[in-house]
């Protein structure tokens, strides 16, 4: 395992508070109790995982399975503050939104909660991981009061492809690890290194950080 001193002292991120619908921040959000399940009607925090001109599909906070949201009810358009929050919204980032229906659920409101801070270091539990190596992540629920992120391996130029230390680093996470994440911010959040610090118990060992 890799010590502490792998890592380059960097502040820690700082999420920046940003309006919601024109009536509501994320400093206020904060304040509330953190949301466990999608309400309809609610502004709930979760993670975009694909977006396409028509709809948008989020993992909401403390639920196991992404959902689909239309952008706008069938035959109609998406409304205008949508579309422009959207604009700056990718697969990874981590929202707060807004919904209508339980059938064909309806995106009624979004926006990203971007990092003010461009690099930054993360501690928490592992709530789950995708071991594609054409693009591998984890999610991270933070140690105390926090939204669970997800993270993406650093892309390397000279390879033109993620970086193949952290590929085998992430593939060899389980759930319920405890992990210390090194990141920077480009639209969405990469992992420079990561520091297993707690293997879940009963999980096989694996080699455990990255140079």
């Given amino acids: 395992m890799r010590t502490e001193s792998c890592f380059v002292s ?3 991120g700082v999420i920046l508070a940003i309006g919601f619908c024109g009536t509501q921040s994320l400093q206020a959000a904060e304040k509330k109790p953190l949301r466990t399940s999608a309400r309809q009607g609610e502004g709930t925090f979760g993670i975009v995982t694909a977006k396409t ?4 599909t989020i993992k909401a906070e403390g639920e196991k399975d992404a959902r689909r949201y239309l952008l706008a009810p069938k035959g109609g ?3 205008a503050d949508v579309q422009t929050a959207l604009k700056i919204i990718f697969p990874t980032n981590l929202v707060m939104f807004q919904f209508q229906g339980e059938q064909d659920p309806v995106l009624t409101g979004i926006q990203a909660i971007h990092s003010k801070a461009r690099v930054g270091m993360a501690a ?7 071991a594609d190596p054409k693009w591998p992540t984890f999610d991270l629920k933070p140690s105390g009061r926090g939204h669970t992120e997800r993270y993406v391996a650093v892309w390397d130029p000279a390879t033109k492809s993620v970086d193949q230390r952290l590929i085998k680093v992430i593939a060899g996470l389980n759930v319920g690890d405890k992990v210390k994440v ?5 639209e969405r959040k990469r992992a420079t290194q990561i ?3 707690s293997k ?3 999980a096989a060992s694996s080699d455990e950080g990255s140079e």
């Fill in 53 to 56: 001109d028509k709809d948008i």
């Fill in 195 to 197: 520091q297993v610090t």
């Fill in 10 to 12: 960097v502040v820690a």
């Fill in 200 to 202: 879940v118990k009963g």
């Fill in 124 to 130: 928490g539990t592992v709530v789950a991981v995708d």
């Fill in 77 to 79: 358009t998406p409304k």
């Fill in 182 to 186: 090194a990141w920077f911010y480009d």
